[in-house]
Each structure stands twice: as C-alpha cells, then as structure tokens.
C-alpha cells in the first residue's frame, strides 16, 4: 500500500505527490498528522489550524469518491513524527511514502530524517518538488541563488513556458478502498482550545478557492495595480490562507489568469502574477539559506542590532492602542479578521521594528499567531523587508511614515473609522493624527512614540553596525 502525507497542500488537482501516489494502484492512504508541539512552536494560529482541520473534512469527499483513505497521526513533536510515520507504515503494510516539499528548515528536517528511516526499513520514499520551478534550477549566470528579487522574476518568467506551467493530472481512482476514513476530530479536541470565528471570507475547499479566483479577475485584476494598496477597498484577491494551506497551487493560479488575460507589462494582471512571484521567492529564499529560518538576519551583521526591550509599547502595538490611527486600525483588523491588507503589514511591520526599534521576530511571531494566513517564508520574508535586515530588503534609511502612508493610502480616514470607533466623529483631515484636544475628547490616546526622534534612533542603530 502507498502513503500519500499532507503538507500545506490540501487539494485534489495539480498535486504530485498524490498523483504519483495513485499511479501503481496499490491501495492508497492520505495521511494528516496532528502535531500540537510543532504548531505551537511555530506559532501557527488558531484560525489557520481551524482551516485547515475544516478544509480536511471537506476533501473527505473527493479522497472517497478517488476510493483514497484518510487517516490521521498525532504527534507529540515534530522529532518524533519520523519514527510515528514509520510506526503508522509497518501497522498497515505502507511501502512506498509520496509527499510534495517543504522548505521552512525544520520542515526540511524531519523530511530528511523520514528518509533516513525510510532506507532503513526497505520503505520507497519519494518527495516532489512543490514550487512553480525547482529551486535549485534557479540560478543566476554565476550559478548562484539569486538574492535580488528582479532578476529572479525576470528569470521565473523566461522559464514559465507552457511545459513548466501544465498541471499535474488529478489522481487515478484506486481499484479498492483498502482502510476506512478516520474521524476528523473536533477543533477542541484536536488543538485543546476552541475559536469562535467565522470563515465566511475565507475558501474550505479548492473548488470554491477557483471560484473566488475567477470572481476577482472578472471582477477585479484589471484594477489590481491601481488600488492594491487602498485597505478600505476589496481590491486584492483575498486568497493567501488559501495558498497557505494549498487549496490552490501557484501553478494553477497563474493558469487561470493566463486563460483570461495576457501577462502583459504594466496591467494588473502582471502585477498580480508578480505577487504570486514573490511569494515564489520567499519560498526559494527559505530553502537556499536555512538561517532564516533559525531566527537570523538574512544579512547576518544585523544579527547584532541592540533592539528595545519595550515590552510595553509592543503590547500596545498588538492590541492597537499606540495612539497612531492607521496602525491601531490595522492591527485591529489582524485582531478580528486574522488577516490585514499588505499595504498595512508593511506599515505596522516597519512602527514596530523602526519607530519602536523592537526586535522583529517579535513581530513575526504575533502576525504567524494571529493571520489565517500565516506563512513561513512570506511572514520571514516580509518582516524582514520591513526590518531591512532581509534579502532585497527596504533600505534601511527608507522608513515608511505611517501618518503620510495614512493620508496617501486612506485619504479620507474610512479604513481608520471601520477599525477605530472612537474616531468616527473625528474630520478626514484630522483622522490621520487628532490633535491633543482631539484626543483627549474621544478618549484615544497620544502617539506612543514621537516619529522624527524615533526615526533618527532607528537610523543611527542601522548605520552603527559596520
Ligand atoms: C510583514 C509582512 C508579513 C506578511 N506575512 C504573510 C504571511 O504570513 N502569509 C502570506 O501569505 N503573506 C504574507 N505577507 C504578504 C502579503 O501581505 C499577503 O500575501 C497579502 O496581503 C495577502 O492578501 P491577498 O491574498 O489579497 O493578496 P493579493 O494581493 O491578491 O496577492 C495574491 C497572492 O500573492 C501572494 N503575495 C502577495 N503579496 C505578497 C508578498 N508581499 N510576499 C509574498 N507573497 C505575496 C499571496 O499568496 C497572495 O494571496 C506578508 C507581508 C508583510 C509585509
């Protein structure tokens, strides 16, 4: 019998491994492992986990139908999942183990030691490669990984010909069902913790993740360029936490605006491959230099920054009560909806590793702990643009002023009122920073942090490290 394992890829169609899986008619085995240490290390939230377990239970149904078995592990630790993996082939007579790529570094690590032990007990291991082009046939002409984001779009492009973007078929449908499905377990019995929230924005299955693909390029990409960076409009595909659990695959993305529109220099459709691009990017970055994922700097002198230790302005920064309209908006909006407009997550990523000069691990963490679509590589990677400590980063002395970044992105103060109630009544030409008289009526609070000397604190940190 084979084994097909469950990673960030909860589909049916263009998924390699399960289709490899399926081909030799052995019997086959879906397998999603519950690891509550590993989630709770990495700091996945709950609304993505709820998601997912979600997301599982629907695609019971095309597993069925596919005569594909779904069984679930629990793990104590991502260590142990290896030897509980093996323990789960040699109960059930699995032989052959399928499974797409991970790149995040202990990710990477448990995939090497399953190997190890696959060898070792005469069991066929097979991983595949689960990003649009192997990383490692991206090179730059030295033959090195790139580590500028240009040139390396610029290359994904020229190798995205029609061979490297078909899709990989959907997976034959077994002879036999050879073990029933497993329960999926409840939320609160899976993860101990329950979560009231509602997924009504956000795809369960990839049929419905297509639809609302298609939804925004009839709807909405040709557009994308101009108002991208508006946060009171819906003017983004709002479709990360599907990619993050891999209800649909930056293949098939990319096909489908292809099949309505051409990638044509300047229109929006370009715009919104070169997103998907980037999330490439992070991707490849993560798997050429693992110590990002260890908690370093991708430029490694700024490992030596002396950040804050200001645990009371970072609280502040979480529960948006900073006194800074867009960026309590903003982190409010993570607060409710578990996910915030990038535009914003630039903005209050930069606040709160510049203007507050605190660590922006500290920041990675609580974006993973709270967005629905927290991923790995596009958390790492986009906090440490904002930090400037990262690859092709925002230079350091480029820093975002969030009152200017208001009035340009919210000019009349809607997205700041949706979050903020208690500047409802304040004037869209006040809403961006309320005077003190202001403030003290509506009860909000005074800017934590005054933006010119912070500014000038940041600056001098960066320039000290030679
Ligand atoms: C500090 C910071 C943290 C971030 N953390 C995450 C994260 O944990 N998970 C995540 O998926 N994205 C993250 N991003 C990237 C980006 O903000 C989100 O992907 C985007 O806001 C999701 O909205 P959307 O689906 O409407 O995007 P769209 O604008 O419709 O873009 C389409 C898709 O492209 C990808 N994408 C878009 N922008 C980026 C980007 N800058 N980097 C990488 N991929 C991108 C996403 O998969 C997105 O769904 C982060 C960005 C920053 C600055």
């Not at 139908?65 to 007579?93: A, Q, R, T, V, W």
């Not at 291991?125 to 990003?131: I, L, P």
């Not at 709002?238 to 300047?266: C, M, R, T, W, Y």
């Not at 991923?375 to 986009?382: I, K």
């Amino acid at each position: 019998m084979n084994l097909f394992i469950f990673s960030n890829d909860l589909r049916i169609k263009d998924n390699k491994a399960l289709y490899e899986a399926s081909l030799d008619q052995n019997g086959l085995v879906a397998l999603f492992i519950i690891d509550k240490t590993k989630n709770k290390n990495h700091g996945d939230s709950l609304a993505k986990l709820k998601l997912k377990l979600l997301g599982l239970e629907k695609i019971t149904e095309p597993l069925s139908s596919l005569n594909i078995s779904l069984k679930i592990l629990y793990s104590k630790k991502i260590s142990d999942e290896p030897g509980d993996i093996l323990d789960f082939c040699k109960l059930h007579g699995i032989k052959k183990i399928f499974l797409n790529s991970e790149y995040p570094f202990n990710e990477k690590q448990r995939n090497k030691n399953l190997e190890k032990i696959c060898h070792q007990h005469q069991i066929s291991y097979r991983e595949f490669n689960s990003q649009l082009i192997n990383p490692d046939d991206v090179k730059n002409n030295s033959g090195l990984p790139f580590k500028v984001f240009t040139p390396y779009s610029k290359k994904i492009r020229s190798l995205m010909t029609q061979d490297i973007l078909s899709e990989t078929p959907a997976p034959l449908k077994q002879k036999n069902r050879t073990l029933d499905h497993d329960e999926i377990p409840k939320f609160q019995d899976a993860y101990d913790q329950e979560l009231n929230f509602s997924f009504d924005d956000f795809p369960l299955t990839e049929s419905s993740a297509s639809q609302k693909l298609d939804d925004f390029i009839e709807s909405s990409i040709q557009n994308y360029k101009k108002l991208r960076d508006i946060p009171c409009l819906s003017a983004t595909s709002n479709l990360s936490s599907s990619f993050a659990i891999g209800l649909i695959s930056s293949k098939q993305a990319i096909n489908h605006v292809l099949e309505s529109l051409p990638d044509e220099n300047g229109t929006g459709q370009s715009a919104w491959i070169t997103e998907i691009i980037w999330r490439e990017f992070y991707k490849y970055i993560t798997y050429h230099f693992s110590h990002v994922s260890k908690g370093k700097c991708f430029i490694p002198k700024y490992d030596h920054i002396l950040w804050r230790d200001d645990e009371e302005s970072f609280i502040k920064w979480c529960e948006g009560k900073t006194g800074v309209p867009i960026i309590d908006a903003a982190m409010r909006q993570l607060n409710e909806r578990k996910w915030m407009h990038n535009r914003l997550r630039m903005i209050t990523a930069m606040f709160l590793s510049k203007n507050l000069l605190v660590d922006w691990r500290k920041g990675e963490r609580y974006f993973m702990e709270n967005l629905i679509d927290g991923d790995f590589c596009s958390n790492n990677g986009g906090w440490q643009w904002s930090a400037s400590t990262g690859v092709d980063a925002s230079p350091y002395f480029r820093i975002f002023n969030p009152i200017t970044q208001s009035e340009k992105f919210d000019p009349d103060g809607k997205f700041i009122k949706d979050f903020v109630p208690e500047l409802l009544e304040c004037s869209s030409n006040e809403i961006h920073n309320p005077s003190s008289e202001t403030r003290l009526s509506l009860n909000y609070p005074e800017m934590i942090v005054d933006l010119k000397s912070s500014r000038l604190r940041a600056i001098d940190a960066f320039k000290s490290i030679k």
